[in-house]
């Protein structure tokens, strides 16, 4: 759930039966991968790039090491050297989680067996390494013994490896129904029948006095509900996730006129980054919700989004209204963009609000990770069609 979706391959469907266009004489025929959630397993491996994986293989390493050293102790044992070994067990861990950040999506989709020889081989080969230039090598000059030395490190390398990978799996496993469940959770959020409603209004409205805003209006809404229908699963360009927020704030403008005003601040935007599909966009309707309506006077939203080294900041922030809403909001959208974050991301994707200054402020952070094609947002957005 860490990258865009483990794959295996299928036949590419046509577009007509895919319902997106066809990519050409040159690329028909070819094979893709299937993503989850058309159906495909769930990679053996996991998302070594990410830093919530690294913590979890490399902590419990270290702190079983330090209760074998304490139970040695306590059995009477003679000196180990705990530093040496934490040094080594750190190297190859260290050094599989390297190999297999890049590896994992050469493999993603292979069969079943493939994946696990890969996980279990990296950590395997690298222990021999490893094992090779301590000085314990050199001591054992018999072959025999050199090579019963070496395949007792191997096996119990392969052994904790199996035991973290199969972790791990189970783990990402059992987060799959949370994750359902935040999909529905977000979607109910998003459509907002008061919105639709809204909507449908101002568009009878300009039925008669501007029928060219009105087509316009009824493109946007239907954008805005396709996307809206999507697997909201699927990692998505920040080009698209700030086209569909442009397009509800011009659903928006009509209906709050000169009440609603947005400044976009996207010189340092990457829109090749992913991210989930309807992230930003119940953050940006939660400022007019919550910063704009319930203001008689004009409002500024302001969306700041750059990128800051291997990492993409995100801050909407809004004027808070002078008196304290009647129904105070139950703050589903930051619940669901948080869980959904957690989700996609885990550690390294985090959402905080600031409160200050007669603003509220929301800031997002989530890795860079590129998009193989770049849409820009900003060549292609035109709010007049």
């Given at each position: 759930m860490n990258d865009p979706g483990p794959t295996v391959p299928q036949t590419a469907a046509p577009a007509s039966l895919a319902g997106v266009p066809a990519a050409g004489a040159a690329g028909e025929g070819l094979p893709r991968r299937r993503r989850?959630?058309?159906?495909?397993?769930?990679?053996?491996?996991?998302?070594?790039?990410?830093?919530?994986t690294v913590v979890r293989v490399l902590v419990p390493l270290n702190l079983a090491l330090l209760l074998l050293l304490w139970l040695a102790s306590q059995a009477g044992a003679a000196h180990w050297p705990l530093l040496e070994t934490a040094l080594r067990v750190d190297a190859v861990a260290a050094?599989?989680?390297?190999?297999?950040?890049?590896?994992r999506r050469s493999v993603n989709g292979a069969p079943r067996w493939a994946q696990w020889a890969l996980g279990l081989g990296v950590p395997?080969?690298?222990?021999?390494?490893?094992?090779?230039?301590?000085?314990?090598?050199?001591?054992?000059?018999?072959?025999?013994?050199?090579?019963?030395?070496l395949l007792a490190r191997v096996l119990l390398a392969a052994a904790i490896a199996a035991v973290f990978i199969e972790f791990l799996r189970l783990r990402q496993l059992s987060m799959q129904p949370s994750q359902a469940e935040g999909r529905l959770q977000a979607l109910q959020a998003r459509i907002r029948p008061h919105f639709l409603f809204n909507s449908l209004n101002t568009v009878l409205g300009l039925m008669r006095s501007d029928p060219r805003k009105a087509e316009?209006?009824?493109?946007?809404?239907?954008?805005?509900?396709?996307?809206?229908?999507?697997?909201?699963r699927e990692l998505v360009p920040l080009d698209d996730e700030v086209l569909l927020c442009k397009e509800y704030l011009t659903i928006e403008k009509l209906r709050l006129a000169e009440r609603l005003n947005v400044r976009w601040d996207l010189d340092g935007m990457p829109g090749d980054a992913l991210l989930p599909s309807l992230l930003l966009q119940p953050?940006?309707?939660?400022?007019?919700?919550?910063?704009?309506?319930?203001?008689?006077?004009?409002?500024?939203?302001?969306v700041a989004i750059a990128k800051n080294g291997d990492r993409i900041r995100?801050?909407?922030?809004?004027?808070?209204?002078?008196?304290?809403?009647?129904?105070?909001?139950?703050?589903?959208?930051?619940?669901?963009?948080?869980?959904?974050?957690?989700?996609?991301?885990?550690?390294?994707?985090q959402l905080e609000t600031v409160d200050s200054d007669g603003q509220f402020r929301v800031i997002v952070h989530f890795p860079y990770r590129k998009e193989?094609?770049?849409?820009?947002?900003?060549?292609?957005?035109d709010p007049d069609r």
């Open positions: 989850l959630t058309d159906g495909a397993d769930l990679p053996v491996l996991p998302d070594c790039c990410n830093l919530g050094g599989s989680l390297l190999l297999l950040c890049p590896l395997a080969v690298l222990t021999v390494f490893v094992a090779l230039s301590a000085p314990e090598a050199d001591a054992a000059r018999d072959t025999p013994a050199l090579l019963g030395w316009r209006t009824l493109e946007n809404l239907a954008d805005l509900f396709r996307v809206f229908m999507k697997d909201s953050l940006v309707e939660n400022a007019v919700h919550h910063g704009i309506e319930p203001n008689s006077f004009p409002g500024e939203i302001h995100v801050e909407i922030a809004n004027p808070l209204p002078d008196a304290p809403p009647a129904r105070p909001g139950n703050h589903m959208a930051l619940s669901n963009v948080r869980e959904r974050l957690d989700l996609t991301f885990d550690v390294e994707g193989r094609r770049r849409r820009d947002v900003r060549r292609t957005f």
